[in-house]
């Protein structure tokens, strides 16, 4: 007998039983302890999951198993539970994203940098907006995700420290607050439409690592919209096709590398796309192609390597002034 013998029935006749005796007693009836790690979802309220699976197992199989014969984890208890189509999520609080730090530190800012009671409005409302985020995997989230409480600690933590003991991350978008509040300020209204208005919902649960060298205090998401929206094919194609139609050839527009030139065939047609205006800047606007610049490899990432960002305009100025 093992785990894997548990049914669905099963699991819900044991959530029965935990509903009727009342956790405490249920979990010594069965000898399990308070899970430490995961809660099983059923019907929005939370159980153990370890001791839920146990249990199952008599409802299945005439007895439970011990809390010694099984492992409660994400490759035992959990993948198996999932198995059967509940849902179980880490008792842990993810740790906060860049994105949810922007917003935070807005709401923070426009309170005069006062940290604020979980019952005030914009605290309420902050909270219920955070949950809507596509950052944290529902399965990653327990019962105390990002509710009032949450967030006002952390905003509480943001305002009296304000800097020393916050780790890196937390330094550097309050820094970015003070030095360039409308900055910042304009890139969380960005991530609120963003989201309200779908975009940045479309992009939800994106795998792509954002490389590390790459400076983008406004929030990640806007930085993978903006990606997003440098990668659009057809845009691409017709930027490429303006700028061979003026000039003949395809070349970076800040230091004029030529791939073909370069690598012959190989190289032919290929050049990256630029956006020019951040979205933070420009909102949600209809991307035109003068919107677009052409660049080589190189040039693309010193653009995007700390922020705020230098048109191409000057980064050729630069590049125009290191050569002479």
Not at 35 to 56: C, N, P, Q
Request: with cysteine.
């Amino acid at each position: 007998m093992s785990l894997t013998d548990i049914t669905r029935e099963g699991v819900l006749k044991a959530i029965t039983e935990f509903q009727e005796l009342g956790r405490d007693e249920f979990l010594r009836r069965y000898g399990f302890k308070e899970a430490r790690t995961y809660l099983l979802v059923h019907e929005d309220a939370f159980y153990d999951s370890k001791a839920i699976a146990g249990v199952a197992h008599r409802h299945t199989a005439g007895r439970p198993l011990t809390a010694g014969e099984f492992s409660g984890g994400e490759k035992h208890a959990v993948r198996v539970l999932r198995s059967l189509g509940f849902e179980v999520r880490s008792t842990r609080t993810p740790p906060w994203d860049h994105d949810e730090l922007v917003l935070l530190c807005a709401v923070l800012a426009g309170n005069g940098w006062q940290p604020m009671a979980p019952d005030a409005e914009r605290v309420q409302e902050l909270s219920e907006f955070l949950r809507r985020l596509p950052l944290h995997r529902h399965g990653h989230r327990g019962p105390d995700f990002r509710t009032p409480d949450e967030v006002a600690r952390k905003m509480a933590e943001l305002a009296e420290s304000h800097l020393p003991e916050n780790s890196d991350r937390d330094e550097q978008i309050l820094r970015a607050f003070r030095e360039s509040p409308t900055r910042m300020n304009s890139a969380a209204e960005a991530l609120r439409k963003g989201v309200e208005s779908g975009p940045l919902m479309d992009l939800a649960w994106s795998d792509e690592v954002i490389d590390a060298e790459v400076s983008a205090p406004e929030g990640r998401m806007l930085f993978r919209w903006h990606l997003v929206r440098e990668r659009d094919p057809a845009l691409r194609k017709k930027r490429i096709d303006q700028a061979r139609a003026r000039h003949g050839a395809l070349a970076c527009e800040v230091c004029g590398f030529d791939y073909e030139r370069t690598y012959g065939p190989r190289g032919a047609d290929y050049i990256e796309c630029h956006h020019v205006v951040p979205l933070h800047v420009s909102g949600e606007t209809t991307t035109r192609l003068n919107d677009l610049a052409l660049l080589c490899a190189n040039c693309h990432r010193m653009i995007h390597r700390s922020s705020p960002w230098p048109t191409p305009a000057e980064l050729r100025e630069l590049v125009t002034r290191r050569r002479s």
